[in-house]
């Protein structure tokens, strides 16, 4: 938590030594078959925005609190065909130029993984923010001619 971050960077003020960076959000908004060692009874097979981080994460908008804020998330890797998960990705990295600054002040890198995912899917997704995949050839469907999928992106998207 942040909380947590603030105390560790505090003990460690003129040492050198490593620092939490930030968090990488791993699930649960999973494709159910590509779950790889997380619990299946905690994945989640729908998105519904940025609510749905709040909510699975506990996140809160006060810094005084336990629960993280948006702010102690880096990364947050999630299946991009999802229902309601393009505009989570599109709400968590600010892909959106209109949206002002005070809907979501911190921007978050979306990563692809644990994912069914088309080479389409793939595509939407990178147009809505997603930066980056996780386990690639893992968790993901196999790269075929007539299927890339999400590896297929590697050679065609730049933003990756």
Excluded: W
């Excluded at 947590?4 to 939490?20: D, P, T, Y």
């Excluded at 908004?29 to 790889?36: Q, V």
């Excluded at 999630?78 to 505009?87: K, N, R, Y």
């Amino acid at each position: 938590t942040r909380k947590q971050q603030k105390k560790v960077s505090n003990e460690k003020v003129g040492c050198v030594g490593a620092n939490i960076l930030g968090m990488h959000l791993e699930g649960p908004f999973f494709a159910p078959s590509k779950g790889g060692a997380h619990d299946r009874q905690q994945i989640v097979a729908s998105v519904k925005g940025l609510a749905s981080v709040e909510e699975v994460y506990g996140i809160n908008t006060n810094e005084g609190g336990e629960a993280p804020v948006l702010e102690d998330i880096d990364i947050i890797t999630l299946a991009p065909e999802l229902p309601g998960a393009l505009d989570a990705i599109q709400s968590l990295t600010k892909s959106n130029p209109s949206a002002s600054p005070e809907a979501n002040p911190h921007s978050v890198v979306v990563s692809c993984g644990h994912t069914e995912a088309s080479y389409e899917d793939g595509i939407q997704a990178v147009s809505q923010g997603a930066t980056l995949l996780t386990h690639l050839y893992n968790a993901m469907n196999p790269f075929h001619h007539r299927k890339p999928g999400l590896v297929g992106l590697l050679s065609s998207e730049t933003r990756l």
